[in-house]
């Protein structure tokens, strides 16, 4: 069954460096997403990417964050200078072209980002 | 501002009930609905998804939607230790928009 791949899965970062989280979305899939999840909180959504320009972003994407697709194949989100807020599950998600109201969102396995 | 609300629980059902899981949602414009399970430390896992009025069942699983009172609930029948999990629920505007999630409900089933 396909799916989306997240590498790595957990990631240890000092404060102030950069990092870049990686997704593999599935093969024929044209939207892609990324959330985060602070230990305890919500799923939030942070960014939707579609045509290889962001769709939508919420009050969290600062300039901090950006979003690449820089090949066929990868999705990645990179944290200019992360903080110790920035700690959290980050998911990546894709889903198909439009197709109606079913559309759902497949989400990978998660990287678990801890900021030091 | 769009938003999902669920009761946090800890709902606690014995093995073999019902299990009753309820949301609501402040954007009428919302289109679709998801019920998705996560277990601790794991990453959301759709269970079943919902865009039309009335019930929907899929095995021990049955979503219902009510748009009117913005409204959507999901029943467990024959509830498992194996279902003791964060039930999240959430909302689309439209088929391509971000999934909005409400803060989930902790289940807990008690053999």
């Known amino acids: 069954e396909p799916e989306v791949t997240q590498t790595p899965s957990h990631q240890v970062t000092q404060m102030g460096q950069e990092v870049i989280l990686r997704c593999v979305p599935i093969?024929?899939?044209?939207?892609f997403y990324w959330y985060r999840q602070i230990l305890g909180q919500k799923v939030e959504f942070l960014v939707s990417f579609y045509n290889n320009e962001i769709s939508e972003k919420s009050e969290i994407f600062d300039d901090q964050f950006s979003v690449e697709r820089p090949d066929g194949s990868n999705f990645t989100l990179k944290i200019r200078s992360t903080k110790l807020e920035d700690s959290a599950m980050y998911f990546c998600?894709?889903?198909?072209?439009?197709?109606?109201?079913?559309?759902?969102?497949?989400f990978g396995q998660g990287t678990r980002l801890t900021v030091v | 501002q769009k938003e999902v609300e669920q009761n946090s629980g800890p709902l606690s059902v014995p093995e073999g009930a019902i299990a009753s899981l309820n949301c609501t949602y402040s954007d009428r414009g919302s289109q679709s609905f998801f019920w998705y399970r996560q277990y601790s430390g794991k990453s959301p896992e759709l269970i079943m998804f919902i865009y039309s009025n009335g019930d929907k069942e899929d095995g021990r699983f049955t979503a219902q939607l009510n748009k009117a009172s913005q409204y959507v609930s999901l029943l467990i029948r024959d509830s498992q230790p194996s279902d003791s999990a964060t039930y999240l629920c959430?909302?689309?505007?439209?088929?391509?928009?971000?999934?909005?999630f409400g803060s989930g409900t902790r289940l807990s089933i008690r053999p």
């Open positions: 093969s024929n899939h044209l939207y």
């Open positions: 959430a909302a689309r505007y439209s088929s391509a928009s971000k999934i909005i």
């Open positions: 998600a894709s889903s198909e072209p439009p197709g109606g109201l079913n559309t759902e969102a497949f």
